[in-house]
């Protein structure tokens, strides 16, 4: 399948137009399993509904459109035109869990090196090819910004830890793949205005890294691989997830299962 690679560079004009996921995780999660049929082109006046259909019986979420304008660069397009949109895909909590080992159990090699990354793709691609779009991920270098749009998208702003907080989901979410258009897609609910690190005042992501990884500058990641490296790090952060993260009251609810972080905390070389 030919893809267009994510480089960037098109210039565009515009304003930008903004939606946020008012799904819930529950609905999402009791449809996950069931198949969507996917054929034939489709062709449909509110495409964000039917993404959103095509999406959910994965427990991937629309998270926020961006619009690019004429004068800004926008990711390219497969026929090499500029983006005009580009909508963010990704997961809130755990939701794409069930449905991401139901996958990776039935695969003969149990998803290959990055499982994750190949199962958004085989669920992603075709939803790009059906609506026309580009796709682009997260994982795939010349990486994409993918954070500057989230914060465009749905005005999210970083953590200490690098990681963008969302005043409901916290920490616990993540952008599984992008779909870039050549058309400007339509205005969407308001973003988030909170910013929960503004309303946080102990803080305790800063307090509770082993390695003081977490400073108000920001990440170190130097301390942090080399804490990891250690048997502490190992039975610690490696096996219940970052330390730090784990510690953010915000949107404890969403937190990722003891085997969804594991498997995240595995992926990063150390
Ligand atoms: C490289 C990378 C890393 C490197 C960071 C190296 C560095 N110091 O920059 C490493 C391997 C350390 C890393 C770690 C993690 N990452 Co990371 N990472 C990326 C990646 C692939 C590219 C970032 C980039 O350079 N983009 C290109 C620039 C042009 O885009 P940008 O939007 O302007 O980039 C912003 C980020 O780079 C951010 N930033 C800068 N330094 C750091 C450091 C960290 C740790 C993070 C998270 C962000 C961050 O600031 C930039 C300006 O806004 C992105 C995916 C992507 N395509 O963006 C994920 C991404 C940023 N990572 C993500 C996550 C979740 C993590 C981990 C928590 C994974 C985990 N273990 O669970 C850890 C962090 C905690 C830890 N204990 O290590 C998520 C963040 C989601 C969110 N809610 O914001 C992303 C978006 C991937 C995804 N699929 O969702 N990551
Ligand atoms: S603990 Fe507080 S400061 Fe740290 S990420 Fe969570 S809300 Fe922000
Ligand atoms: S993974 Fe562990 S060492 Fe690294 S930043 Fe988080 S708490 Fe600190």
């Known amino acids: 399948m030919k893809r267009a690679r994510t480089s960037q560079g098109a210039r565009r004009s515009?304003?930008?137009?903004?939606?946020?996921?008012?799904?819930?995780?529950?609905?999402?999660?009791?449809?996950?399993?069931?198949?969507?049929?996917?054929?034939?082109?489709?062709?449909?006046?509110?495409?964000?509904?039917?993404?959103?259909?095509?999406l959910a019986p994965h427990g991937v979420f629309l998270r926020g459109v961006v619009g690019f304008a004429d004068d800004e660069t926008a990711p390219v397009l497969r026929d090499g035109r500029a983006a005009r949109s580009?909508?963010?895909?990704?997961?809130?909590?755990?939701?794409?869990?069930?449905?991401?080992?139901?996958?990776?159990?039935?695969?003969?090699?149990?998803?290959?090196?990055?499982?994750?990354?190949?199962?958004s793709k085989t669920v992603i691609e075709p939803v790009a090819d059906l609506f026309g779009a580009t796709a682009y991920f997260p994982s795939d270098p010349p990486w994409q910004p993918f954070q500057q749009w989230a914060r465009r998208a749905e005005r999210l702003k970083a953590s200490p830890l690098g990681i963008l907080i969302h005043p409901e989901y916290g920490l616990w979410h993540g952008y599984r793949g992008a779909l870039g258009f050549a058309h400007v897609l339509p205005a969407a609910a308001p973003a988030v205005d909170a910013h929960p690190c503004d309303h946080c005042p102990d803080k305790p992501c800063l307090s509770s890294c082993p390695a003081d990884a977490i400073l108000p500058s920001g990440f170190q990641i130097k301390p942090c691989r080399a804490h990891l490296r250690t048997r502490e790090g190992q039975t610690g952060c490696m096996a219940g997830g970052c330390l730090a993260r784990n510690a953010c009251p915000v949107g404890a609810e969403y937190r990722y299962s003891t085997e969804q972080l594991r498997f995240h905390m595995a992926a990063l070389s150390l």
């Open 86 to 119: 580009v909508v963010l895909l990704g997961n809130v909590g755990g939701s794409i869990w069930p449905v991401f080992e139901r996958w990776r159990e039935g695969s003969p090699d149990r998803g290959g090196e990055n499982p994750l990354d190949t199962w």
């Open 14 to 54: 515009g304003a930008s137009c903004r939606f946020h996921s008012k799904g819930s995780l529950a609905p999402t999660l009791r449809q996950a399993g069931t198949e969507t049929e996917m054929t034939g082109p489709m062709i449909s006046n509110d495409v964000l509904s039917e993404l959103r259909a095509a």
